[in-house]
Each structure stands twice: as structure tokens, then as C-alpha cells.
């Protein structure tokens, strides 16, 4: 959230997407945006252990279907509170062991696309926050970014393999990654057009 606000000259009043939202507050890229500068958006989380709690906290918009690549299916959600995942991804990265002990259900899915048409996002975004453990570049493969473009992302990485064809598809799209090495777990990318 320090990275938006800088790269953004301490905007007030902005617009963020956050998803994995966990409970909104705990690890989130968004919390201090809404809270201290007067943003607004949209959180998704389609963990029920995790988002029961947003609503408490937050009052951004809330998105409980699971953000996917495409709209209107049913896939099976690996609940295990800050690590959930969609199943077929628990074991992408190196918390495949801590999720082998989760919690599996159905959950309905909704493209990022269709999720902002559904929520009447504006169609320039502030603010992109990606953490869906290993989802990542599907999603945004399937975006349109023609309809809905971001000033702003941070896309987690784990340093999975999916980390450079991420930052290769958001070049594409006229984004810049910056502070390669400044974090752990996520890239930093700066629309540059």
C-alpha cells in the first residue's frame, strides 16, 4: 500500500480490487487505502472461514464467487485460512504441505472482467492487489484490459514458476515491473502508456 501511494503522489480518494482479501485487514495491500486515505473498492474472497470477518472491518464492496478465469463455473476451493486456493493449485508452490490439511468445497467462479462490470468498477482502476496463491496469471490472462485497465498492480509470486510468464503477459499490456527484488512474495508492475 506504501508502493501505491508513492507511485500514485498519496492519492486520496482512489479506487482499489483486492483479491484474496483473507479477513481485510490481516496482510492486506488495501486496508490502510481505505482506512487513512479515503479509498474505495471492491474485495473478493471466497474463503467462508476468511470472509465472514471483511464485513466488520471494511466497507468496500465485497465479491464472495471465486475470481477465475472464466465465468459461471463450479471448481473445488481448498479452504485453509491465509493459504486458500483453488484446488487445483495447493500444490503450486511451497505451501503445498500446510494446504494438504485444508478444508475442500465447491465455489462459484467469476472472471475478473465480470466481476468489475458486476460491481460498476470505474474502467480505470487505482489499484490492482493480486494474491490467489497460484492463480494468478490465468486471471489475468482472461482480462480484458481493454475495458478495465490498472494505474497500479501487485501480483504475488512465491517465486512460482508462473512469475516470469506473469510479468511477460503484463509487459504486453504496458506494464512496467519495478523494485524487482524489494519483495518476497510479490512483483510491483507501474502502467507505462
Request: hydrophobic letters at 35%; charged letters at 30%; a negative charge.
Amino acid at each position: 500500500d506504501i508502493f501505491v501511494l508513492l507511485e500514485l503522489n498519496w492519492k486520496r480518494g482512489g479506487y482499489f480490487v483486492e483479491f484474496g482479501a483473507t479477513d481485510g485487514k490481516t496482510l492486506s495491500n488495501t486496508y490502510l487505502l481505505e482506512k487513512e486515505y479515503g479509498w474505495t473498492g471492491l474485495l473478493a474472497e471466497p474463503s467462508a472461514s476468511q470472509r465472514k470477518d471483511i464485513a466488520a472491518v471494511r466497507n468496500a464492496r465485497i465479491e464472495t464467487k471465486c475470481v477465475w478465469s472464466r465465468t459461471g463455473e463450479t471448481l473445488v476451493f481448498n479452504d485453509i485460512g491465509d493459504l486458500s486456493t483453488i484446488d487445483a493449485f495447493s500444490t503450486s508452490d511451497f505451501h503445498a504441505e500446510a494446504r494438504s490439511g485444508g478444508t475442500r468445497y465447491e465455489a462459484q467462479t467469476i472472471s475478473l472482467t465480470d466481476m468489475l462490470a458486476a460491481h460498476d468498477a470505474p474502467q480505470d482502476i487505482d489499484y490492482l492487489s493480486i494474491d490467489t496463491e497460484g492463480s494468478e496469471f490465468e486471471i489475468l490472462a482472461a482480462h480484458d484490459f481493454s475495458k478495465y485497465a490498472f494505474k497500479v498492480i501487485t501480483c504475488e509470486h512465491n517465486y512460482a514458476e508462473e512469475r516470469q510468464k506473469i510479468a511477460d503477459l503484463l509487459a504486453s499490456k504496458g506494464y512496467v515491473r519495478k523494485y524487482e527484488k524489494a519483495s518476497k512474495f510479490d512483483d510491483w508492475y507501474v502502467r507505462s502508456i
